[in-house]
């Protein structure tokens, strides 16, 4: 194993991977292709039959679906396509998972990181304190944990960058990580 480069070893990976925590609550960064998500709201639908919808919604005229039926299509709709993972990073890591793709997102409501998939799944900081937990629970293991960041909305704003990075290594052993510069 020692002679092999990284790209000659084999590690178990999941796709979207913290996706088992998405809310019904839309993230900050609105896809293209599900752009329209974006324009349901769950304002109350005009009452006495009068209810219309411009297929597909937009800014200028948003589906007022009301609050059961909005919640109904996220959690149920969205949340079923969304998500791809339902064991938590520290069941995957018990399971043997060691490659992990994390779709984060910095939400300027509340100034913190999220995990993300159109939907907002838990905060970015309990799946680093779940990945602390298994390195500190298998300290002679030589555990090789590889994790993608992915899909932010962080281009172009260094202070985000700084503080995800502050984020990072404030929850994960300076000697448990080593970072790659994107190609």
Same mark, same amino acid.
């Given at each position: 194993?020692?002679?092999k ?6 590690? &178990? ?7 088992y ?11 293209? #292709? ?7 709201? #769950? ?5 006495? @039959?009068?209810?219309? %919808? ?9 589906? #007022? ?7 109904? %299509?996220?959690? %149920? ?5 969304a998500?791809? !993972?339902?064991?938590? $990073? ?13 779709? %984060? ?9 999220? $995990? ?5 799944? &838990?905060?970015?900081? #309990? ?15 030589? =555990?090789?944990?590889?994790?993608? +960041? ?17 984020? +990072? @290594?404030?929850?994960? !052993? &300076? =000697? @448990? +990580?080593?970072?790659?510069? &994107?190609?």
């Open positions: 194993m020692q002679a480069t990284l790209g000659q070893i084999k590690l &178990p990976a999941t796709h979207d991977s913290a996706t925590g998405l809310t019904s609550t839309l993230s900050q960064i609105a896809y293209p #292709d599900i752009q329209f998500l974006w324009y349901l709201s #769950d304002q109350a639908a005009p009452a006495n @039959n009068t209810w219309s %919808v411009t297929v597909p919604p937009t800014a200028a005229n948003p589906a #007022d679906l009301g609050s059961y039926l909005y919640d109904f %299509v996220m959690s %149920v709709g969205v949340g079923s396509a998500r791809t !993972q339902d064991l938590t $990073i520290l069941q995957q890591l018990q399971s043997g998972i060691r490659s992990f793709d994390f779709r %984060v997102y910095f939400d300027t409501r509340d100034n913190s990181f999220y $995990i993300q998939h159109a939907l907002r799944g &838990p905060l970015f900081q #309990d799946v680093l304190s779940q990945m602390q937990m298994f390195l500190q629970a298998n300290p002679t293991s030589g =555990e090789l944990i590889l994790a993608t +960041i992915s899909h932010t909305n962080l281009q172009g704003y260094p202070d985000q960058i700084a503080a995800l990075t502050k984020l +990072i @290594n404030s929850t994960i !052993q &300076p =000697e @448990n +990580i080593y970072y790659r510069a &994107p190609d």
